[in-house]
C-alpha cells in the first residue's frame, strides 16, 4: 500500500511551507518510496486523528503510522534498509541528531523572525487567526514586534549557519559525496522560506548557496519546482 503523507498547506493548497514537513518530503524521494501527498490546513487536522496528536508531518505506512520528522525518518530507515540511507548507521545517525538541534534552535529561529508575518500572509484565510493566536501565545508577543528587519536577521542567520559553512568547503553535502537526512534537516529551513518570502537569505559567492542550489536540484528537481515566493 502506497505511503500516505500528511502535509501543511497555505493558502495555495501547493505551497508547503513546513520545514519539518519538507525534511520528509525529500526523505520519502530520496528512499524512492511512493507516496500520497496529503495536504492540511491548520485548523483542519481531523484527517490525521488516527495519529493521536495534531502536528504534522504524520505518515501512514500500511497500518503503521508515524509522526514527529525525527521518528518518521528513523522509522523509514528501519522499514526500508534496502532502499538508499538517510542516515548510514547508528553512530550517524547519533550525530544527526545533533544537527537536528542546531537546526531547530539556531537556523529556524533566525528565519522564523524573518518570515514570521509573511507565513501569516500565505495562510489560507481560516487558518490566519489560529496562526497569530497560537504563535502569540507561545512568543509572549504579536508577530510584528517579534519580526526582525531583514537586514538584521539575515545577518544573524548567516551567523548561525557558519557551522554549515565550513564543513561545504570541504565536500559539497553536509553528509559528504551525496545528500542524507542531515542535509535535508538544514534544507527543509530553506523550503520554509522559499515558500512564503522573497528576503535574500544568502549571498551568491556562500558555499552555502551553492549547497542549497544542489538540494533545490535533488530528485528531479522536486523542491525547486514546488510553488512559493521564491528566494
Ligand atoms: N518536532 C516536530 C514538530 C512538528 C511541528 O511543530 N509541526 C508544525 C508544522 S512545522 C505543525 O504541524 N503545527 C501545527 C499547529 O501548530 O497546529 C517534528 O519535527 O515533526
Not at 500572509?121 to 514586534?145: C, I, P, V, W
Not at 536577521?153 to 565536500?171: F, I, K, M, S
Not at 542550489?213 to 523542491?223: I, K, P, Q, T, V
Amino acid at each position: 500500500m502506497t505511503i500516505q503523507f500528511f502535509d501543511l498547506a497555505g493558502g495555495d493548497v501547493n505551497v508547503r511551507f513546513s520545514p519539518n514537513c519538507w525534511r520528509i518530503r525529500m526523505a520519502l524521494l530520496h528512499k524512492g518510496l511512493p507516496f500520497d501527498d496529503i495536504p492540511l490546513r491548520f485548523v483542519d487536522k481531523e484527517p490525521i486523528a488516527f495519529s493521536g496528536q495534531k502536528l504534522l508531518p504524520v505518515i501512514r505506512d500500511g497500518n503503521r503510522s508515524v509522526n514527529d520528522s525525527w521518528d518518521i525518518a528513523v522509522y523509514l530507515e528501519a522499514a526500508y534498509p534496502e532502499k538508499p540511507k538517510l542516515f548510514g548507521g547508528s553512530q550517524a545517525m547519533a550525530l544527526c541528531n545533533m544537527i537536528r538541534f542546531w537546526v531547530q534552535g539556531s537556523v529556524h529561529r533566525a528565519i522564523q523572525r524573518l518570515i514570521i508575518v509573511d507565513i501569516l500572509d500565505a495562510l489560507d484565510q481560516r487558518d490566519k487567526a489560529y496562526f497569530r493566536s497560537t504563535r502569540e501565545a507561545r512568543l509572549g508577543m504579536t508577530l510584528e514586534q517579534f519580526r526582525v528587519s531583514p537586514a538584521e536577521g539575515v545577518q544573524e542567520l548567516r551567523n548561525a549557519l557558519q557551522p554549515a559553512r565550513d564543513t561545504l568547503q570541504y565536500q559539497p553535502f553536509l553528509c559528504g559525496p551525496a545528500p542524507a537526512f542531515a542535509d535535508y534537516l538544514l534544507f527543509g529551513a530553506f523550503m520554509w522560506s522559499r515558500a512564503v518570502s522573497q528576503i535574500k537569505l544568502l549571498e551568491h559567492g556562500d558555499p552555502v548557496y551553492a549547497w542549497r542550489e544542489r538540494m533545490l536540484d535533488l530528485h528531479n528537481g522536486a523542491a525547486r519546482k514546488a510553488p512559493g515566493r521564491g528566494a
